[in-house]
C-alpha cells in the first residue's frame, strides 16, 4: 500500500536501478503538454462540471433481472449467496457520495450533470470544464478514456473507500470530507499531475472490428450501446484509414495494455521489437506494458518478489558463495523485497512504458531465456500477433481483437498526458 500511494503521487526520486540509464530519461512532460503553462498551477474555476457515476452491483443486478420486483431480486440474489443487504448498503453509500459531489458542486455556482456510463459520450464531456468521478478506479479508467484534450481535467472520488483503495482517486479521507477537497480546488490548493498514457495503433485486416466491453459483458444490449458511443469520434477517419489498413485507436491506456491469447491456457506468440530493435520471437502467456500510473497496479503483482522467494534466493547465496548472510534475519529479508519491489514502480509523468513477458518460453527454436529480457521500458513496441485468438485489451476494459499478423505499435506521446490534481497536504 505505501509503495502504492508514493507512485499515485507522481514521486519522480524513486530509483530504477535494475534498469541502468532510467535516470536519464527522469524529465517531468508537464511544461510539454498541450497549453500548460506555470501561470495556471493554481487556476481552478470550472463553469460546468460533468459527474460520471459508477454503475453499483445492485444497479447492475436491477438492469439484469428487469423482470423481477425487489421482493423475487432480493429471493433471488439469496439463493444465489449474495447478500442482498450489503448489496444495497454499499449502493447506498455510493449514492450518498454521488449527491454529495452534486450539491457542493451546484453551491459553488457550478453548473453540474451527473451521468452513467452509458451516457458518458463525447458530447457531454465537450459540454464540460471538468470531469468528476464517483466510483472507484474502474469508474476512473473509464472517466479518462474518452478525454481527449489535454486541457481537460478529470478528478475522482473513492465512494466506498471501505471496499476499494481507489488509487487514482483523491486519497481516501475526502471521500467523507468532499467539501474540503472542493475547496482546495477552487482554491488553488494543489498542483497538477500529468499522467502519461499510452496511444496504440493497429495495422492489419480487420482492425475494425467492434471490441468488447468487458465491465458490462453480461448486459449485452446496454453493452453494444456503449460500444457505439465508443466508437462514434472514430467514424469520422475510418474511410481514409481504413484503405492503409491502419487505424489508432480512439481510447489511449492510462494503466496498461495486455495482450495475449484470449484462452489463458493457450500460449501466446508474437513477435516483440523494442525501440526499433529487430523482432524478436516470443511465446509467453501474455505480454503487459504499463504507463507509470499502471505501474502500481497489474504490472506491478506480476513481477513482485514475495518474502518466501527473497528467503529462498537468499539461503541459496549462502551455501554456493559460504558468505555469512543470515538468511533468517526477517527484518533483513523485508528490507530487500521491499527494495526490489520498490525498484518496478516509476512515476506517472515519465515518458516511458514499462513492458512485462510473462511466463516466457523456448522450444529450442526461439531465442534461449536471457536475450530478450523478460522486463524492461521503452519509448515505443511494436508488436506482430502470431496467435489463433488473441485480444489486445486496454485497461482491462476494452477488448480488442489481435490475432495473426495483426501489428499493434505502442507509444507514448505528450499530447495524449491526462491531466490530474494532487491536492496540498499540510
Known amino acids: 500500500m505505501f509503495l502504492r500511494k508514493i507512485a499515485s503521487q ?6 530504477l536501478s535494475f534498469i541502468g540509464n532510467l535516470q536519464l530519461h527522469r524529465k517531468l512532460s508537464r511544461n510539454s503538454v498541450g497549453s500548460w503553462s506555470p501561470s495556471e498551477a493554481s487556476t481552478f474555476s470550472p463553469k460546468k462540471a460533468l459527474v460520471l457515476t459508477k454503475l453499483s452491483r445492485y444497479e447492475f443486478e436491477k438492469l439484469r433481472h428487469k423482470n423481477l420486483d425487489e421482493n423475487q431480486l432480493e429471493d433471488a440474489l439469496r439463493k444465489r449467496g449474495s447478500d442482498y443487504n450489503m448489496l444495497l448498503y454499499h449502493h447506498t453509500l455510493h449514492k450518498n457520495c454521488e449527491a454529495m459531489v ?31 468521478t464517483a466510483g472507484g478506479d474502474g469508474t476512473f479508467l473509464l472517466g479518462a478514456s474518452k478525454i ?14 471501505t471496499r476499494s483503495e481507489g488509487y487514482l482517486c483523491l486519497p481516501k479521507k475526502y471521500s467523507n470530507n468532499i467539501k474540503n477537497a472542493i475547496n482546495k480546488l477552487l482554491q488553488g490548493k494543489f498542483r497538477w499531475l500529468f499522467r502519461k498514457r499510452i496511444r496504440v495503433t493497429l495495422i492489419g485486416d480487420k482492425i475494425y472490428d467492434v471490441p468488447v466491453e468487458l465491465h458490462d459483458q453480461q448486459l449485452n444490449k446496454l453493452e453494444n450501446r456503449f460500444l457505439e458511443i465508443s466508437e462514434d469520434r472514430d467514424e469520422v477517419h475510418k474511410s481514409e484509414e481504413s484503405i492503409k489498413n491502419k487505424r489508432i485507436l480512439p481510447v489511449k ?16 506468440y508474437y513477435e516483440l521489437a523494442v525501440d526499433g ?9 501474455g505480454l503487459c506494458v504499463s504507463t507509470g500510473t499502471g505501474s502500481t497496479s497489474w504490472t506491478f503483482n506480476i513481477n513482485k518478489l514475495p518474502h518466501q522467494s527473497v528467503s529462498d534466493l537468499m539461503q541459496l547465496i549462502q551455501e554456493e558463495t559460504r558468505l555469512p548472510i543470515d538468511y ?3 527484518r533483513l529479508i523485508d528490507r530487500i523485497t521491499a527494495k526490489f519491489n520498490n525498484n518496478l514502480i516509476f512515476g506517472p ?3 516511458l512504458m514499462g513492458y512485462t513477458i510473462r511466463d516466457s518460453l523456448s522450444d529450442g527454436t526461439l531465442p534461449v531465456p536471457g536475450e530478450r529480457k523478460p522486463r524492461g521500458f521503452a519509448k515505443q513496441l511494436n508488436i506482430r500477433s502470431r496467435c489463433f485468438d488473441a485480444s489486445l485489451v486496454i485497461d482491462g476494459g476494452l477488448s480488442y481483437s489481435f490475432n495473426d499478423g495483426t501489428v499493434a505499435i505502442l507509444d507514448i506521446v505528450d499530447e ?3 491531466r490530474t490534481v494532487v491536492l496540498n497536504e499540510p
Not at 104 to 127: A, G, Q
Not at 253 to 265: C, K, P, R, T, Y
Open 148 to 161: 481527449h484534450d489535454p486541457t481537460k481535467t478529470i478528478i475522482g472520488f473513492n465512494s466506498d473507500p
Open 253 to 268: 491506456a492510462l494503466n496498461e495494455v495486455f495482450i495475449g491469447e484470449a484462452l489463458s491456457a493457450r500460449v501466446s
Open 416 to 418: 495524449d498526458a491526462l
Open 328 to 330: 533468517k534475519d526477517q
Open 10 to 15: 507522481g514521486s519522480p526520486t524513486r530509483s
Open 277 to 285: 530493435s529487430e523482432r524478436t520471437k516470443v511465446k509467453s502467456s
Open 102 to 132: 452534486k450539491s457542493i458542486l451546484e453551491e459553488k455556482n457550478i453548473e453540474t450533470k451527473v451521468v452513467t456510463r452509458f451516457d458518458y459520450n463525447e458530447s457531454n464531456i465537450n459540454w464540460a470544464d471538468v470531469i468528476f
Open 349 to 351: 509523468e515519465i515518458a
